[in-house]
């Protein structure tokens, strides 16, 4: 059982020299995520980057940013941004430093910790930060390059929007996306002028939790974003990757035997000499959770760097539901990773698993519901009979 997996991902590794990741226009899926700039708003895009397994430099990727000041310092060609006096260190309840701009009140994370740098030299190497992205951002708006995203605040009207573009269209053709929820169906983007688009994810973040992003939703609004900006046809706006082939077989049944407070683990440890350690991979697979099932969590794992997940719906009965977690695997310094599930659950609980799949990427490859029927245990059908 333990080698199962890693053998399952050896026959699904790409050929040699051969693609990795679905193309669209001859680039890949983290050559499209990194033509997209942040406009601010809050962290939410900044982690739909990092968790597609890029780091594309950006002035405001994980800022917060209100639209009024933003408009006015974009107007003003970012000028008092990063001035003598402007910027100042505050550190956060989980002892992380912002830096904040005193002009605007624009607001980074600069995702260090207070106790591990010294304050004055740290806020020294942040006003060259600010410089160095202040000049990409605005040769970026000059030639138009990048498409900027917009995740409006709760309450941010169109008209202070429409605003926000007329100024950022003073330094060039840039297009902008402006992105709003919709849990109705899938991502939508449409062109409303020459150098906008706007366009739909499920859901955005909770607020204070910007990391919990659905990754599924944003990646499919991006790819539809980069196919109508580059009048590529309608059916490059999602694009379906190569299908890994998956463990097929009848659904396993899995029971809990740790206490409440305790992990039940259903992972298989993988070889890392077999994966890339830079590329992100997934695990996902199908869930069915009966009627009387009860757990606090149920959820995929994968490597030691966790970067997108969909846990299980727990309010989900007597149907199949997938879960799936991504992650690089061959972090450099940790323990043999694994790939699985994990449920958190007292003792006697149990639940069935199908199709589980290993592949390479940030999210698993599209699949229908699985139609294979639940078979109830031995003592369940005599009682039945």
């Not at 780091?55 to 994980?62: I, T, V």
């Not at 001035?83 to 505050?90: A, F, I, K, T």
Request: net charge neutral.
């Amino acid at each position: 059982m333990i080698r199962s997996l890693t053998k399952t991902w050896r026959r699904l590794r790409p050929a040699a020299g051969g693609p990795t990741t679905h193309l669209i226009d001859g680039r890949d899926l983290g050559e499209r995520i990194a033509s997209f700039r942040s406009l601010g708003g809050n962290c939410e895009f900044g982690f739909v980057q990092r968790y597609c397994g890029i780091e594309p430099s950006g002035l405001f990727r994980f800022a917060y940013t209100d639209i009024e000041p933003l408009t006015h310092a974009i107007a003003g060609g970012l000028e008092r941004y990063g001035s003598p006096g402007d910027l100042r260190l505050e550190e956060t309840e989980s002892g992380i430093y912002y830096c904040v701009s005193s002009c605007y009140n624009f607001w980074y994370n600069t995702q260090r910790r207070a106790d591990e740098v010294d304050k004055n030299l740290f806020l020294e190497d942040q006003y060259g930060k600010v410089a160095h992205l202040k000049g990409a951002f605005l040769r970026d708006l000059a030639t138009g390059d990048k498409i900027l995203v917009r995740k409006p605040h709760p309450g941010e009207a169109r008209p202070a929007f429409m605003e926000l573009a007329q100024a950022i269209w003073r330094h060039g053709p840039s297009t902008i996306l402006r992105v709003t929820e919709d849990e109705t169906g899938p991502p939508v983007v449409q062109r409303t002028s020459e150098r906008l688009l706007e366009g739909t994810v499920k859901r955005f973040s909770p607020q204070e939790r910007n990391y919990e992003t659905d990754l599924d939703s944003w990646i499919g609004l991006c790819d539809a974003a980069y196919a109508v900006h580059h009048g590529l046809p309608p059916d490059h706006a999602r694009p379906v990757p190569p299908r890994a082939r998956r463990r097929v077989s009848r659904p396993k049944r899995h029971g809990t035997r740790r206490p409440g407070s305790v992990l039940n683990a259903y992972t298989d440890l993988l070889d890392t000499s077999a994966f890339d350690p830079e590329a992100v991979y997934v695990f996902s697979a199908w869930v069915w959770l009966p009627a009387e099932f009860s757990a606090s969590r149920l959820f995929a794992v994968v490597g030691r760097e966790r970067l997108g997940w969909c846990d299980a719906d727990l309010d989900r009965r007597e149907c199949w539901q997938r879960v799936w977690a991504a992650g690089r695997v061959a972090v450099e310094g940790a323990a043999r990773p694994s790939a699985g599930l994990g449920v958190v659950a007292e003792p006697g609980q149990h639940f069935w698993s199908w199709g589980s799949e290993l592949r390479e990427g940030p999210i698993p490859s599209p699949s229908e519901v699985p139609t294979v029927s639940i078979e109830a245990p031995f003592v369940q059908r005599l009682l039945r009979r």
